[in-house]
């Protein structure tokens, strides 16, 4: 989503006829500097919400150490050491300047447990490592993927090939990941006991040492985001195959592999580099349910805990970590997309 | 009616039966139960059996009767987050639509900032902090789900607000509520019921997953989502009472997304028209773009 909007209101204007102040800048530097300054400026947004949301919204680790009628006292006792009886500004401001250093702060229900020092980055590398991988591996699969089955759907149009992946796909695109994940685990544990129901790796492991427990959580993603990124392929392959710029090449006696190669394949290709920055961006939404549904020790599964122990801290960076790479991803893709198909240069 | 042609086509007709089905299941289904839902009835994760057909669960409760109880839950859950969200949605997309005042940018920019999140990570932030309830819930999803109704009520409102029959009534002088309510609404309809099937659908997909995460609805409420998560352990041991619920969420999807799908065939109107890069892309089936 974020994508495609910022694809809207970002495209250039056409460079007005250079004033005389001397701000002819080129106009394509002019956009980059634009949409990185946007994204920042997001990523600044993102990290009051993540803020609000985990230390200004009533629940606090005292609560939920204590329970919701635990004596006054002992909270106070709790919010004192956890530093939340300061300032709320200044609370943020400290924050912001520390993840900006790298600090991601103290794992909220150590200190409030009596620690003096727990900071969260050592708690979250690992998870980070195991979900970087699980992402990496999907997305490597899922672009030629996609790009071949979107093709094969959208040259043969109408008849039973497209049929066949049209219905496959609205099938996988309505069903939540962990329904599929959990169907996955019946049919491939319980049915046929081929791979293990759970995906337990040690910390500090690599993941790619133990293939066998990477498959079922990498089919789950790639099932789902497959089912949407072959249709949206599809159709842009055949709004390419009706312009009449293919319509030519064909009368022309261009052989169709070279249509397809030069014609279709190319023109196809730019939009699509915009639907796998938001696939990619799913990815993270998708992730957090995978990991869960095969206990897989990512990132997601980590989030999952922290907000259920009310660790603000752990929830606090493990957000601002995703939303970063979220919007990087963002700005990532529109930066390409612009470089790549000079027609989005100039305004609608 | 002629929103009601989609009934005629290949594709509500499957959805319709399917819908039909999961419906009567979960409206129904609490009057054919043999048990109560939260009553221990045979030993944990028995095999399905003449008193219990489709076993026990892991506390030793009947799954049948977990099963046609676990409905409801998810259907009210997400027909009230969808409603709220057209509401707050609408609301917001016509005022910042219609007003030309300072309120547009504040309202739109917001927009921008909630749909520059991940839907989960955004509820799970508010779930951190304002806990776990069935109201905090159905309100997390709305938040998600509006921001994209009102980017669609925005851009149809700006379009209406400079017709001749707006500029009359401004002309009359009435009110700028009346103006809403009489002049605007009625003409963005279309788009609305053109993205009621895919709303649900998110609607559905968050609510499950976010009650699958264990934020949401607590034990030992009976429902389809919780379930599974609850039953994942005894899969080897009893397998239906993971494989039943997931097949029925799986079906209630598919088949909103059908009828969704065929109502805005009908209507003419092309789904949520995501500003991408891809020209006319009417088939975009943004249900991932929002629920993801």
Same mark, same amino acid.
């Given at each position: 989503m974020g994508v495609s909007a910022s694809a809207g209101d970002g495209r250039l204007t056409p460079a007005p006829t250079p004033g005389p102040s001397g701000r002819d800048a080129h106009p394509l530097a002019r956009f980059v500097a634009r949409r990185v300054a946007q994204g920042v400026a997001t990523l600044l947004v993102a990290s009051v919400c993540v803020f609000i949301g985990t230390s200004v919204l009533p629940g606090s680790p005292a609560t939920a150490l204590l329970g919701r009628d635990a004596n006054a006292k002992a909270v106070a006792e709790i919010d004192h050491r956890l530093g939340y009886d300061k300032p709320i500004v200044g609370r943020y401001l400290s924050w912001l300047e520390g993840a900006l250093h790298g600090d991601l702060g103290n794992s909220s229900i150590d200190i409030a447990q009596g620690a003096t020092k727990a900071p969260v980055w050592p708690i979250i590398r690992s998870p980070l490592a195991d979900t970087a991988t699980l992402a990496v591996i999907t997305i490597i699969l899922l672009i030629p993927l996609s790009l071949l089955m979107g093709l094969v759907a959208g040259l043969t149009a109408g008849?039973?090939?497209?049929?066949? %992946?049209?219905? %496959?796909?609205? #099938?996988?695109? !309505?069903?939540p990941e962990f329904v599929v994940g959990s169907l996955l685990i019946a049919v491939f544990f319980v049915a046929f006991n081929l791979l293990p129901p759970v995906s337990l790796v040690a910390p500090g492991v690599f993941p790619l040492l133990h293939p066998n427990v990477l498959v079922l959580p990498v089919l789950t993603l790639l099932g789902i985001s497959l089912a949407w990124t072959v249709r949206l392929i599809r159709?842009?392959?055949?709004? #390419?195959?009706?312009?009449?710029? #293919?319509?030519?090449?064909? %009368?022309?006696?261009? !052989?169709?592999? @070279?249509?397809?190669? @030069?014609? #279709?394949? @190319?023109?196809?290709?730019?939009? !699509?580099? =915009?639907?796998?920055?938001l696939s990619i961006q799913y990815l993270f939404g998708g992730v957090i349910v995978t990991e869960t549904v095969f206990s897989y020790p990512g990132l997601g599964r980590q989030l999952v805990n922290a907000v259920t122990s009310h660790d603000n801290t752990e929830v =606090?960076?493990?957000?601002?970590?995703?939303?970063?790479?979220?919007?990087l991803i963002n700005v990532v893709a529109d930066l390409l997309v612009i470089v790549l198909v000079p027609k989005l240069r100039t305004t609608s | 009616?002629?929103?009601?042609?989609f009934a005629g086509t290949g594709r509500g007709r499957v959805?319709?039966?399917?819908?039909?089905?999961?419906?009567?299941?979960a409206l129904l289904g609490p009057f054919f139960a043999p048990h109560d839902p939260a009553a221990l009835v045979g030993a944990p994760g028995s095999s399905p059996s003449g008193a219990s057909p489709l076993g026990t669960d892991g506390l030793g409760r009947d799954v049948l009767s977990r099963v046609l109880w676990g409905g409801r839950s998810v259907l009210w859950l997400s027909l009230s987050a969808t409603a709220l969200a057209f509401v707050v949605g609408t609301l917001i997309g016509a005022v910042a639509g219609y007003s030309r005042s300072l309120l547009d940018p504040l309202l739109m920019r917001l927009v921008d900032v909630v749909l520059s999140f991940p839907p989960i990570l955004f509820i799970l932030i508010i779930a951190t902090g304002v806990g776990e309830s069935e109201l905090i819930l159905v309100i997390e999803v709305a938040i998600v789900l509006a921001p994209g109704l009102a980017r669609i009520v925005y851009s149809a409102t700006r379009e209406i607000s400079v017709r001749g029959y707006t500029e009359a009534a401004v002309a009359r002088g009435e009110r700028t509520s009346a103006i809403l309510a009489r002049e605007i609404l009625p003409n963005i309809l279309g788009p609305l019921i053109a993205n009621l099937g895919l709303t649900v659908t998110f609607s559905v997909l968050l609510i499950a997953a976010v009650n699958f995460l264990g934020v949401g609805l607590q034990p030992p409420a009976a429902n389809w989502a919780l379930m599974i998560s609850e039953n994942r352990d005894i899969l080897s041991i009893n397998a239906w009472a993971t494989v039943v619920p997931a097949g029925l969420i799986g079906l209630l999807t598919i088949g909103v997304n059908l009828v969704g799908d065929a109502i805005s065939h009908t209507l003419g109107v092309a789904g949520r028209q995501a500003p991408t890069l891809t020209p006319g892309a009417a088939e975009l089936t943004p249900a991932a773009e929002l629920v993801r």
């Amino acid at each position: 989503m974020g994508v495609s909007a910022s694809a809207g209101d970002g495209r250039l204007t056409p460079a007005p006829t250079p004033g005389p102040s001397g701000r002819d800048a080129h106009p394509l530097a002019r956009f980059v500097a634009r949409r990185v300054a946007q994204g920042v400026a997001t990523l600044l947004v993102a990290s009051v919400c993540v803020f609000i949301g985990t230390s200004v919204l009533p629940g606090s680790p005292a609560t939920a150490l204590l329970g919701r009628d635990a004596n006054a006292k002992a909270v106070a006792e709790i919010d004192h050491r956890l530093g939340y009886d300061k300032p709320i500004v200044g609370r943020y401001l400290s924050w912001l300047e520390g993840a900006l250093h790298g600090d991601l702060g103290n794992s909220s229900i150590d200190i409030a447990q009596g620690a003096t020092k727990a900071p969260v980055w050592p708690i979250i590398r690992s998870p980070l490592a195991d979900t970087a991988t699980l992402a990496v591996i999907t997305i490597i699969l899922l672009i030629p993927l996609s790009l071949l089955m979107g093709l094969v759907a959208g040259l043969t149009a109408g008849r039973w090939p497209d049929h066949l %992946l049209s219905t %496959l796909t609205l #099938v996988f695109i !309505s069903m939540p990941e962990f329904v599929v994940g959990s169907l996955l685990i019946a049919v491939f544990f319980v049915a046929f006991n081929l791979l293990p129901p759970v995906s337990l790796v040690a910390p500090g492991v690599f993941p790619l040492l133990h293939p066998n427990v990477l498959v079922l959580p990498v089919l789950t993603l790639l099932g789902i985001s497959l089912a949407w990124t072959v249709r949206l392929i599809r159709v842009g392959v055949i709004e #390419v195959v009706k312009t009449d710029y #293919v319509r030519l090449a064909r %009368l022309h006696g261009i !052989s169709e592999r @070279r249509v397809l190669r @030069r014609y #279709v394949l @190319r023109n196809a290709l730019a939009p !699509s580099i =915009q639907i796998f920055a938001l696939s990619i961006q799913y990815l993270f939404g998708g992730v957090i349910v995978t990991e869960t549904v095969f206990s897989y020790p990512g990132l997601g599964r980590q989030l999952v805990n922290a907000v259920t122990s009310h660790d603000n801290t752990e929830v =606090q960076a493990i957000a601002l970590i995703l939303a970063t790479i979220y919007i990087l991803i963002n700005v990532v893709a529109d930066l390409l997309v612009i470089v790549l198909v000079p027609k989005l240069r100039t305004t609608s | 009616m002629s929103a009601l042609r989609f009934a005629g086509t290949g594709r509500g007709r499957v959805g319709l039966v399917i819908l039909g089905f999961v419906l009567a299941v979960a409206l129904l289904g609490p009057f054919f139960a043999p048990h109560d839902p939260a009553a221990l009835v045979g030993a944990p994760g028995s095999s399905p059996s003449g008193a219990s057909p489709l076993g026990t669960d892991g506390l030793g409760r009947d799954v049948l009767s977990r099963v046609l109880w676990g409905g409801r839950s998810v259907l009210w859950l997400s027909l009230s987050a969808t409603a709220l969200a057209f509401v707050v949605g609408t609301l917001i997309g016509a005022v910042a639509g219609y007003s030309r005042s300072l309120l547009d940018p504040l309202l739109m920019r917001l927009v921008d900032v909630v749909l520059s999140f991940p839907p989960i990570l955004f509820i799970l932030i508010i779930a951190t902090g304002v806990g776990e309830s069935e109201l905090i819930l159905v309100i997390e999803v709305a938040i998600v789900l509006a921001p994209g109704l009102a980017r669609i009520v925005y851009s149809a409102t700006r379009e209406i607000s400079v017709r001749g029959y707006t500029e009359a009534a401004v002309a009359r002088g009435e009110r700028t509520s009346a103006i809403l309510a009489r002049e605007i609404l009625p003409n963005i309809l279309g788009p609305l019921i053109a993205n009621l099937g895919l709303t649900v659908t998110f609607s559905v997909l968050l609510i499950a997953a976010v009650n699958f995460l264990g934020v949401g609805l607590q034990p030992p409420a009976a429902n389809w989502a919780l379930m599974i998560s609850e039953n994942r352990d005894i899969l080897s041991i009893n397998a239906w009472a993971t494989v039943v619920p997931a097949g029925l969420i799986g079906l209630l999807t598919i088949g909103v997304n059908l009828v969704g799908d065929a109502i805005s065939h009908t209507l003419g109107v092309a789904g949520r028209q995501a500003p991408t890069l891809t020209p006319g892309a009417a088939e975009l089936t943004p249900a991932a773009e929002l629920v993801r």
